[in-house]
């Protein structure tokens, strides 16, 4: 977990009015340790171009990564993982909200053992606001350079229903519907609902033999309790591919799924469409590599290989290769 050094950290709040002194400061101070305070105010057009500015100062090698600097605060909701941000404060009153307060707090913060997470959890009953703070672990919505990738299961299928409404900026291009085989009811009802315009629409399962849905575009089998994560990171480690600009088309050409029309059309019949798709099957197998063995991806007709090196030097290899219903 991250420990910011007592010394060098530093809350400072940047709205539009002092948005460019503000960075400028910060660039300027690499010593410190900012936890930059972005204030959302009415006008949302502009809300975003500042986050698009920060992350054009702050993400610019690792786009796919979210602002772990950034905290927005307003008095209106939005999600951490929407807006690619460390934490988001609902705040019912900004006119009582005491920033100064707030700052002079963090900076007698004891960060020995605690973190900024932790100083934002400990303080949101006193100052009233409401926290959102981006989950990494889990996550229901997420964006990689720019694609957000959708999660369905019926663990998460109530949060979504609570919260979808309060996406601005995602648009679900890659949905994973996570299926067990049996109560997936919930699941594939919202799928129907939100998911059916995304450019590709994963089912991930861990049950050989399930029934095949058509609104999906693939039904991909992973033998592992992990299956969820395993198809949601090796998507990540599809779309992070900084070699190609169009990784998320490249990987939808790969598994054959036929380019989609969004565009409003009065004749079209969706059940008619998902009646003609054909069934598309794939395996993922998720190997865990000694610390020193390194290998190069591959991309084959059949398969494509990646591996994912991890911070403490071990690493993952994912290999998903086409299959058919008897493969799996």
Not at 121 to 137: A, W
Request: charged letters at 35%; one cysteine or more; hydrophobic letters at 35%.
């Amino acid at each position: 977990m991250e420990k910011i050094d007592k010394k060098d950290k530093k809350l400072i709040l940047v709205n539009r009015e002092n948005f460019k002194t503000s960075i400028t400061d910060i660039l300027r101070n690499s010593e410190t340790d900012y936890l930059i305070f972005l204030q959302f105010k009415s006008n949302t057009e502009e809300n975003l171009s500042m986050l698009d500015e920060l992350k054009r100062y702050f993400l610019s090698k690792r786009r796919y990564e979210y602002l772990k600097n950034t905290v927005v605060f307003s008095d209106r909701e939005y999600l951490a993982n929407d807006l690619g941000v460390r934490g988001v404060l609902t705040i019912k009153n900004l006119g009582d909200f005491d920033i100064e307060k707030l700052k002079n707090l963090y900076h007698n913060f004891n960060f020995d053992e605690k973190t900024t997470d932790d100083f934002l959890q400990s303080n949101s009953t006193p100052f009233g606001y409401k926290l959102d703070l981006y989950n990494s672990i889990d996550p229901w919505i997420m964006s990689i350079n720019g694609v957000g990738i959708l999660t369905i299961s019926d663990k998460n299928y109530d949060k979504i229903m609570c919260n979808y409404h309060k996406v601005k900026r995602l648009y679900p291009d890659v949905t994973i519907v996570v299926l067990k085989g049996k109560d997936d009811i919930r699941p594939l009802s919202l799928l129907k609902m939100i998911g059916a315009d995304a450019h590709i629409t994963l089912g991930i399962t861990s049950i050989k033999n399930i029934p095949y849905n058509k609104r999906l575009d693939a039904l991909v089998y992973n033998r592992s309790p992990y299956s969820e994560r395993n198809i949601r990171n090796f998507v990540t480690e599809i779309l992070k591919d900084r070699k190609s600009e169009n990784s998320l088309f490249d990987f939808r050409d790969f598994m054959g799924i036929a380019p989609k029309n969004f565009e409003a059309d009065i004749f079209y019949d969706e059940e008619e469409e998902i009646s003609k798709k054909e069934e598309k099957f794939f395996k993922l197998k998720v190997t865990t590599l000694g610390k020193n063995e390194k290998y190069k991806n591959q991309i084959k007709e059949e398969s494509i290989t990646l591996y994912k090196c991890e911070e403490n030097c071990k690493s993952e290899m994912f290999f998903f290769e086409k299959a058919v219903t008897t493969q799996l």
